[in-house]
C-alpha cells in the first residue's frame, strides 16, 4: 500500500523488484536452495524469496489505478483518513487480483518444487514428493513404467485443477464488481 502515497520508497521497492525480475526464477530458486540446503521448508523459503516480485507488481499497478477512481476522491473530499481509504476502498479492490494470480501460482510452484526434487535439490526421501518419486523411478521406466507414469499424471491433473480453479475464481470476481 505504499504505491498509494508514492515517493522515493515505492521507487526503491520496483527498482529491487526490477533487479529480481533480471534474473530466472529457477536459477534464483535453485541458488537460495543451495545456500539454504534441502529441504521441504527450504524450498518455500526459496520459492516464496523468488516469487514475491509478480505479487508486488500486481498490486502497485492495480494500486496505480484504484487510487485515481473517483470514489476515492470522493472518500478524500467526505474527510476519511488515509488508512480507512486503503483499508476499506483500495485493498478490496486490489486483492482480487492477487487472490486469482495466487491460484495459478499455485501450479509454477509444484512444478518448481518437483522440478528441484528430481534434481535432488528440493525434498529428499523418505519424504514422498512427486519430482522425487518421478527421479527414482527413471531407472526402472522399461520394466516399471508406472513408477514415472502416474506421478507425472498426478501432478499435470493437480497443475490442471489449480488452473481451473484461478480461472473460476477470475470469473467470479471479474462477475461481482458488474
Known sequence: MLTYYGGKFDMIVMRIVDIFTGFPFMVLVIA???I????????YIAIWCVGWKEYARLVRSEV???????YIDAARTMGFRDLRIILRHILPNVISGAIVYAASDIVLCMMSGASLSYLSLGVQPPTPEWGAIIAGGKNYISSAWWITLFP?????LAGLGFSLVGDGLSDALRNRGQ
Open 32 to 34: 537460495i536452495v543451495a
Open 36 to 43: 539454504l540446503g534441502t529441504g521441504l521448508t527450504n524450498l
Open 64 to 70: 496505480l489505478v484504484v487510487k485515481r477512481m473517483e
Open 152 to 156: 507425472g499424471l498426478f501432478l499435470m
